[in-house]
């Protein structure tokens, strides 16, 4: 008979980083996210080896004071909500309190830290999850974190990740995803040493978008704004003829909060009905604005989904916001402009 036993806690830590950090972007993402959530103004992340060996993340945010950078690496520590009612209006990027302990079971972690207030910084180094050591560190205000050597201790995990190449292009891609979530960020990005990115966060999501998306991209563009029952819309739409061949161009933001939607895709793409061609696909970096006790992020760890409560309501206001902003534009269908 198979016999059951409680898992020691090395192993249960290993298991719930694993789902987590699934790859370096994940790592990426997760932090990106805490900088976003300290208040950074600005925000640099490097990494070598496509973030398998090395990555590094600064920002210019709030900083954990000396006698909270222990608890920050405790699981389901988290100083962004208090009780269960919170979880119903989620105003921040994270709140499960996971990221940091996940990533350090499975890396070398080195946090540097300074809140404001404090004269010294504090100088963290984690092992696998274990505290290696804990010191003054004279630094700016704000934190940097760098992991390296993601899964050293996990080999199965390793041996599932891509060549270095397409790691970076999966960091590059939640790079650009924070970068277009937040204008208002300057957010640079830099793989084996080479600048890849970098936007001025000067607080307009049209520069996001030409630093992100290139030139091509940002000249043709239509405008949305567009209000309804409290819900607002904003942002670019390509103009019909930009069409392209895929989705991978149509980004959009829940409350700031990058979003895979079906509901969304749809649309965006009924919106476009009858002005682009069959077999092309609308292009878009869209801002959706709505009261956080309407959408529920909890639904999956890397909260890239969400629920809303009413999606008929999403629906209406992107499908209406797109295509008023098309007939605004003037924008003639694909068929005649190709005669
Ligand atoms: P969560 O983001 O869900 O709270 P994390 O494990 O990502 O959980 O982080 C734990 C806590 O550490 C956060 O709640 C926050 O207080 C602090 N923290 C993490 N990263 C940063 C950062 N870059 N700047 C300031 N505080 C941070
Ligand atoms: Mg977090």
Redesign the pocket.
């Known amino acids: 008979m198979p016999v059951i036993h409680v898992l020691d806690k090395h192993v249960a830590e290993l298991i719930a980083a694993g789902e987590v950090v699934e790859r370096p972007a994940s790592a990426v993402k997760?932090?990106m996210?805490?900088?976003i959530?300290?208040g950074a103004s600005s925000i640099t992340v490097e990494i070598q080896n496509g973030g398998i060996s090395y990555l590094r993340i600064t920002?210019d945010?709030?900083?954990?004071a000396r006698s909270?950078v222990k608890n920050?690496f405790l699981r389901h520590?988290?100083?962004?909500i208090q009780n269960e009612n919170d979880l119903e209006r989620i105003g921040t990027l994270?709140?499960?309190?996971?990221?940091?302990?996940s990533i350090a079971a499975v890396s070398h972690v080195e946090m540097l830290?300074r809140t404001q207030e404090e004269e010294l910084g504090t100088r963290i180094v984690l092992n696998g999850g274990e505290i290696e050591s804990f010191d003054d560190a004279g630094c700016p205000k704000?934190?940097t974190?760098i992991v390296r050597d993601l899964f050293f201790n996990t080999p199965a995990r390793m041996k599932f990740l891509k060549k270095d190449v397409s790691e970076g292009n999966a960091v590059a891609n939640v790079v650009e995803k924070a970068a277009l979530s937040r204008p208002d960020v300057s957010v640079r990005f830099l793989r084996d040493n080479q600048e890849r990115l970098y936007t001025p966060g000067d607080n307009s999501l049209k520069s996001a978008i030409y630093s992100v998306l290139g030139k091509k991209f940002a000249d043709d563009l239509i405008p949305v704004s567009y209000e309804s029952g409290g819900l607002r819309l904003m942002g670019y739409i390509s103009k019909p003829f930009a069409a392209r061949a895929n989705r991978t161009m149509q980004n959009f933001f829940v409350n700031k909060r990058f979003v895979k939607s079906r509901t969304c895709m749809v649309a965006l793409e009924e919106g476009y009905k009858h002005s682009i061609m069959t077999g092309k696909f609308p292009a878009c970096v869209l801002h959706i604005a709505i009261p956080e006790d309407t959408v529920d992020v909890n639904v999956h760890p890397a909260k890239i989904e969400v629920r809303f409560e009413n999606e008929k309501r999403i629906f209406d206001l992107v499908y209406y916001g797109v295509k008023s902003a098309i007939m605004k534009s003037g924008a003639q269908p694909e068929m005649h402009l190709a005669g």
């Not at 520590?77 to 962004?80: D, E, L, Q, V």
């Not at 994270?94 to 302990?101: C, I, N, P, V, Y």
């Open positions: 997760e932090l996210e805490n900088a959530d300290a920002d945010g709030c900083g954990i909270d920050a520590a988290t100083s962004k994270g709140f499960r309190g996971e990221a940091l302990a830290t704000g934190t974190i």
